[in-house]
C-alpha cells in the first residue's frame, strides 16, 4: 500500500516562497504519477502540478506556470520525496495542498482530476497573507 506523507505548508505573506514536500513509500519500482491537488474553501480540488518518476516528464496547471516547480527524488528505505516549490505566492493560493499519486503515467487530458489518483495524503494547509 503506497503512502504519502506531506509536510511544509504554512502562513507566509504574498510574494513569499514555500517548498511543500511529500514523503512516499512502496513508490521505489516503477512508474508512478505524482502530483499535487490543491483545494480552497468551498471550492474543488484542483490539481496544479505532476510528475512521472520514470522520466521526470511534468505538467502545471496553467493558473500556476512560471511559479510552480515540481520535482521527485529517491530517498533511503525504498522511498520517494516529492516537492512542490512555490515561488511569488499570491493570496488565491491559500488552500490545503494534497500529494497523490497512482500507478500509471500522467495523462495529458486527465492528470488533474482526481479519479485519476488511487492514493492520497492527509494534506498541509498554505495561507498566504496580503
Known amino acids: 500500500q503506497v503512502q504519502l506523507v506531506e509536510s511544509g505548508g504554512g502562513s507566509v505573506q504574498a510574494g513569499g516562497s514555500l517548498r511543500l514536500s511529500c514523503a512516499a513509500s512502496r513508490v521505489a519500482y516503477g512508474s508512478y504519477c505524482m502530483s499535487w491537488f490543491r483545494q480552497a474553501p468551498g471550492k474543488e480540488r484542483e490539481g496544479v502540478a505532476a510528475i512521472d518518476s520514470g522520466d521526470g516528464r511534468t505538467k502545471y496547471a496553467d493558473s500556476v506556470k512560471g511559479r510552480f516547480t515540481i520535482s521527485v527524488e529517491n530517498a533511503e528505505n525504498a522511498k520517494k520525496i516529492l516537492y512542490l516549490q512555490i515561488h511569488s505566492l499570491r493570496p488565491e493560493d491559500t488552500a490545503m495542498y494534497y500529494c497523490?499519486?497512482?500507478?500509471?503515467?500522467?495523462?495529458?487530458?486527465?492528470?488533474?482530476?482526481?479519479?485519476?489518483?488511487?492514493?492520497w495524503g492527509q494534506g498541509t494547509q498554505v495561507t498566504v497573507s496580503s
Open positions: 497523490a499519486a497512482d500507478g500509471t503515467y500522467c495523462k495529458t487530458d486527465t492528470w488533474h482530476l482526481q479519479y485519476e489518483y488511487n492514493y
